[in-house]
């Protein structure tokens, strides 16, 4: 579960290693694996070219892109999970990782299932210019439509680290929100406030723990009770076996 067994601190983990640790083996139906980003805007750094980049994280991680979605099992529920990977771009979000989490949120109001979302990102991908802005919006309305007029169930999950546009959209919708214990959660980093702000933000005002206690969101929810929690959360709003 990649916790230290001395501190019990939570350290970074795959998201294929989050689903397999989420949904019931052999129940994980992976969905729209083969949606690739291009370069909209034809992004170029003095470093390498946005294309580059995507080839060089799809090489280092196995994954085609920043988000993991799928259908499978909650301890026999039905549900549609979506979980980001740190490691592929800092987890940032573009224009098919918006789309992914859009078609995975439609796919569940229209099968009625209960919908989770695992967030780990810096935010929005800012070498898709305005396109990656625009999928804040894109997922906020199908939230929407899927929360307010279906009447159905989203948890969000924040673990480290959950920051700008993600925040600032899907992160903060979920009917119920759940945070990993000392989870760095934010809109702006520290170092940006500071330098925008001219102000010194105390240590720690970041962490899930001193949001927990302003009201920013639900549970602090370890990992190792986590599953029996979601199970217990979904049951509770409606969904069973």
């Not at 994980?28 to 580059?52: A, C, H, R």
């Not at 995507?54 to 892109?65: A, C, M, N, S, V």
């Not at 927990?212 to 639900?218: A, E, I, V, Y």
């Amino acid at each position: 579960m990649n916790i230290c067994e001395q501190c019990g601190y939570h350290l970074k983990m795959r998201s294929s290693d989050r689903i397999e640790l989420s949904i019931d083996p052999g129940t994980w139906g992976p969905m729209d694996e083969d949606m690739i980003s291009l370069d909209p805007i034809e992004f170029q750094s003095e470093e390498e070219l946005y294309k580059d980049r995507i080839d060089f994280y799809q090489r280092k991680t196995g994954l085609t892109e920043a988000i993991q979605t799928d259908t499978g099992q909650l301890n026999g529920i039905p549900i549609a999970i979506g979980v980001m990977d740190f490691q592929f771009m800092g987890g940032s979000m573009g224009s098919v990782v918006g789309e992914k989490i859009t078609r995975l949120i439609e796919y569940a109001t229209n099968n009625f299932l209960p919908l989770i979302l695992v967030c780990a990102s810096g935010g929005a991908r800012m070498k898709e210019g305005s396109l990656s802005l625009m999928q804040m919006a894109k997922i906020s309305s199908s939230l929407y439509d899927y929360q307010s007029n279906k009447k159905l169930f989203y948890v969000s999950i924040l673990t480290s680290p959950t920051t700008g546009g993600v925040t600032a959209s899907f992160g903060m919708l979920g009917d119920i929100i759940i945070a990993e214990p000392n989870a760095y959660i934010a809109f702006a980093g520290k170092r940006v406030i500071e330098q925008t702000l001219n102000k010194t933000i105390p240590e720690g005002s970041q962490a899930a723990e001193y949001l927990f206690h302003k009201g920013l969101f639900d549970p602090i929810v370890p990992r190792n009770p986590l599953k029996g929690v979601l199970s217990e959360l979904v049951q509770l709003h409606g969904f069973f076996l």
